[in-house]
């Protein structure tokens, strides 16, 4: 059930991440999710969005990566993220990053887990009670 995640590099200058996000809004792809990372020269967009292969299509002369992430469902509240956290550290499962994003739709809240092992991830969660999301539902 896991994710494609974009991962696109953007060079750290003035009107570059406009681009980007511009050539997917003219597109109409959907950002879903979004998390940046910078450094000085560059930073890492990383997207959830609509339509991942309208996406690859449009960022075709961009640097940039697919990767298949975990997304889980929590409550809107305070814990939540504690709780999958928990679960995850008693099952020994690293998380080498994660960002949260939330719906209009079902008030819904998420979190985006990228780690060493989708399936087991999945499994856990699922054994714990926590939807583990597919791309459907995003």
Do not use: C, P
């Not at 059930?1 to 009107?15: D, H, R, Y």
């Amino acid at each position: 059930m896991a994710i494609k995640q974009l991962s696109v590099f953007v060079e750290n200058k003035s009107g570059k991440l406009l681009e980007t996000v511009k050539a997917l809004a003219d597109a109409k792809i959907d950002i879903r999710a979004m998390s940046i990372a910078d450094t000085k020269d560059f930073g890492i967009l990383r997207l959830i969005v609509s339509d991942i292969d309208g996406a690859k299509n449009v960022l075709e002369d961009s640097i940039y990566t697919v990767t298949d992430v975990v997304a889980a469902e929590m409550k809107d509240e305070s814990g939540a993220l504690y709780h999958i956290m928990s679960v995850l550290g008693n099952a020994d499962i690293n998380i080498d990053y994660m960002y949260a994003f939330t719906s209009t739709v079902n008030s819904g809240a998420y979190v985006v887990l990228r780690v060493d092992d989708n399936n087991a991830t999945e499994k856990v969660l699922e054994e714990n009670g926590i939807k583990v999301l597919a791309s459907a539902d995003i």
